[in-house]
């Protein structure tokens, strides 16, 4: 097969020449790559890693977490700028994200970290005072504290027995702020639907109670997103496989 055209004052690349050039590009690439690879798993991940996540998720969840994974990686240094809204990875230098919802920009990877349900909770003394709802039905005459971040917004599906239902709840709060409308819940306000990772602690010491348990509600994944790349630095993976090994079974 002929890959160069050649003249006696130049010379060039035939179809067949460009498309092998192009192919052994890639291939060296691929190399490249592999070595990277085995590079790193022979050195100490260092270097500044860059998280965001949900304020509360970074809080009650991740904060806690991270002592081990610094002790374990005392190279790496963590900056974690936090916002409500979601920050652009590409544009911000992010290097890792914890997301609940699903994943939108295909220049992102995501990978699922855990189902996260969503479950109903009010204070003891709200249902003292206002009765505790024994079906989805009864919410319509309760005090819903409203998520408004959540496309589904007024509406709470429940599902129970393969029967699916959907509610039209109303209250006289919404935020979108998941901690606001746990601490409206805290103190009597309401009824809301909030990931159970929020409540854990609450629901032990009793200031919270779970409503409605039999029945299945929303769920809001939870999955840890980082942009696209044909190498991933090691402090990077290092990360994701810590944070995947504390988290991945941890409400399933």
């Given at each position: 097969?002929?890959?160069?055209?050649?003249?006696?004052?130049?010379?060039?690349?035939?179809?067949?020449?460009?498309?092998?050039?192009?192919q052994?590009?890639?291939v060296?690439g691929?190399?490249?790559?592999?070595?990277?690879?085995v590079?790193a798993?022979?050195t100490?991940p260092?270097?500044?890693?860059?998280?965001?996540?949900?304020?509360?998720?970074?809080?009650?969840v991740?904060?806690?977490?991270?002592?081990?994974f610094?002790?374990?990686?005392?190279?790496?240094?963590?900056?974690?700028?936090?916002?409500?809204?979601?920050?652009?990875?590409?544009?911000?230098?992010?290097?890792?994200?914890?997301?609940?919802?699903?994943?939108?920009?295909?220049?992102?990877?995501?990978?699922?970290?855990?189902?996260?349900?969503?479950?109903?909770?009010a204070?003891?003394?709200?249902?003292?005072?206002?009765?505790?709802p024994v079906?989805?039905?009864d919410?319509?005459?309760?005090?819903?504290?409203?998520?408004?971040?959540?496309?589904?917004?007024?509406?709470?599906?429940f599902?129970?027995?393969?029967?699916?239902?959907?509610?039209?709840?109303?209250?006289?709060?919404?935020?979108n702020?998941?901690?606001t409308?746990?601490?409206?819940?805290?103190?009597?306000?309401?009824?809301?639907?909030?990931?159970?990772w929020?409540?854990?602690?609450?629901?032990?010491?009793?200031?919270?109670?779970?409503l409605?348990?039999?029945?299945?509600?929303?769920?809001?994944p939870i999955?840890i997103?980082?942009?696209?790349?044909?190498?991933?630095?090691l402090?990077?993976?290092?990360?994701?496989?810590?944070?995947?090994?504390?988290l991945?079974?941890?409400y399933?």
């Open positions: 097969m002929k890959l160069i055209n050649r003249s006696s004052r130049e010379q060039s690349l035939t179809e067949a020449g460009s498309h092998y050039f192009e052994c590009l890639s060296l691929e190399i490249d790559e592999m070595e990277a690879s590079r798993r022979t100490s260092k270097g500044l890693l860059r998280i965001t996540a949900p304020v509360p998720f970074a809080r009650l991740l904060a806690p977490l991270l002592p081990e610094l002790a374990q990686y005392p190279d790496i240094k963590i900056d974690m700028p936090l916002e409500e809204r979601h920050l652009d990875l590409i544009s911000e230098g992010i290097d890792v994200a914890i997301r609940a919802r699903k994943l939108e920009d295909s220049s992102l990877i995501a990978k699922p970290l855990f189902d996260n349900p969503l479950i109903l909770v204070s003891p003394t709200y249902l003292s005072d206002r009765g505790i079906s989805p039905a919410l319509k005459s309760h005090d819903c504290i409203v998520y408004s971040l959540n496309k589904f917004l007024n509406n709470w599906h599902s129970k027995d393969g029967s699916d239902q959907t509610v039209a709840v109303s209250g006289t709060f919404r935020s702020s998941g901690e409308n746990l601490a409206l819940v805290l103190a009597g306000q309401g009824i809301t639907q909030i990931p159970v929020m409540v854990d602690e609450h629901l032990r010491k009793g200031e919270l109670v779970q409605l348990s039999e029945y299945e509600t929303d769920h809001m999955n997103v980082y942009p696209q790349s044909r190498y991933l630095p402090k990077v993976r290092c990360f994701i496989d810590f944070i995947s090994d504390k991945g079974d941890r399933r």
